[in-house]
């Protein structure tokens, strides 16, 4: 259930991310060097969390 929810959670970041970027906004106006980076990062982020849990749950398939 865990590894379900961080692909979850990843695909949120990834949103939140192009949010970012987009609307150069993250709870207070953002310059737009600053929302850029920011925007990368949730967007890297969130692709390494649905990277690992897709990960995690080939291998509990495979033990099985």
């Known amino acids: 259930m ?10 949120f970041y990834i949103l939140l991310g192009f949010f970012i970027i987009l609307k ?3 709870f207070v106006p953002l310059e737009a060097t600053i929302a ?10 969130g692709s390494f969390r ?4 897709a990960k995690r749950i080939k291998q509990f398939r495979n033990e099985n």
Not at 2 to 11: C, K, P, Q, Y
Not at 36 to 45: D, E
Request: hydrophobic share 65%; charged share 5%.
């Open 50 to 53: 649905i990277f690992r849990g």
């Open 36 to 45: 850029y980076m920011l925007g990368t990062l949730m967007i890297l982020y």
């Open 24 to 26: 150069l906004w993250f």
């Open 2 to 11: 865990f590894n379900w929810l961080s692909i979850l959670a990843g695909f």
